[in-house]
């Protein structure tokens, strides 16, 4: 099992993104994911995640500008990040237990980071 994170880039402070995660291999079902996020010198933090029956929560920082969804068809979360600031910039991981068919467990997995720039 694999999560395969894309969608970072760079942006002007305003703009918008939209950052996937991606799971493959085989197992039974993607549980709760998360998104989170990594700045130069500090600690990584939660900015959103989504229970697997959809309940939503996010950082105050994301709050009204984020939103995490997920697509069970196509074994994907997605982050949309509108309003996006400076201070967004950061290298952003995805999160997710996943339920593997050989034993019913809930196993935790990452994604490989990728770049989120936002400057002017």
């Keep these: 099992v694999q999560l395969q994170a894309c969608g970072g880039g760079s942006v002007q402070p305003g703009g918008s993104l939209r950052l996937s995660c991606e799971a493959s291999g085989s197992f039974f079902s993607i549980e709760a994911t998360g998104w989170y996020r990594q700045a130069p010198g500090k600690q990584r933090e939660l ?28 074994n994907t979360v997605y982050l949309q990040m509108n309003s996006l600031k400076p201070e967004d910039t950061a290298v952003y991981y995805c999160n997710a237990n996943i339920k593997h068919l050989s034993d019913g467990v809930d196993y935790n997995y990452w994604g490989q980071g990728t770049q989120v720039t936002v400057s002017s």
């Design 47 to 74: 900015v959103a995640s989504i229970t697997g029956d959809g309940s939503t929560n996010y950082a105050d920082s994301a709050k009204g500008r984020f939103t995490i969804s997920r697509d069970n068809y196509k």
